[in-house]
Nanobody
């Protein structure tokens, strides 16, 4: 069964950068629309940014100018480039995507990744 796999989390100092990846576990599936979410301890999950199937991107005000969502040339991977990280960016980051494959019937499948922890601390 296809899954979304996230990677790239870790510990970084304030002002540093990380790049998160969101990839389908089976490369025959491509990512259409997707969103990055995050959830800090004791807080509700929030949308960090989203990308439509046609490539229109929106960001939360809290990350505008610092975070960038973009696709890899391989259509089964989307990245979240995070620059100028702040301690308040510490969260578990999740990707949520609609995926499809021209090789399988049934249209779009919506999936969530397992989450990857980002810690920003000196």
């Amino acid at each position: 069964q296809v899954q979304l796999v996230e990677s790239g989390g870790g510990l970084v100092q304030p002002g540093g950068s990380l790049r998160l990846s969101c990839t389908t576990s089976d490369s025959i599936y491509s990512i259409s629309a997707m969103a990055w979410h995050r959830q800090a301890p004791g807080k509700e999950r929030e949308v960090v940014g989203s990308m439509t199937g046609s490539g229109v991107i929106h960001y939360a005000d809290s990350v505008k100018g610092r975070f960038t969502i973009y696709r890899a040339s391989a259509k089964n991977t989307v990245f979240l480039q995070m620059n100028s990280l702040k301690p308040e960016d510490k969260s578990v980051y999740y990707c949520n995507a609609s995926i499809f494959s021209v090789y399988t019937p049934g249209g779009f499948i919506e999936l969530w990744g397992q989450g990857t922890l980002v810690t920003v601390s000196s």
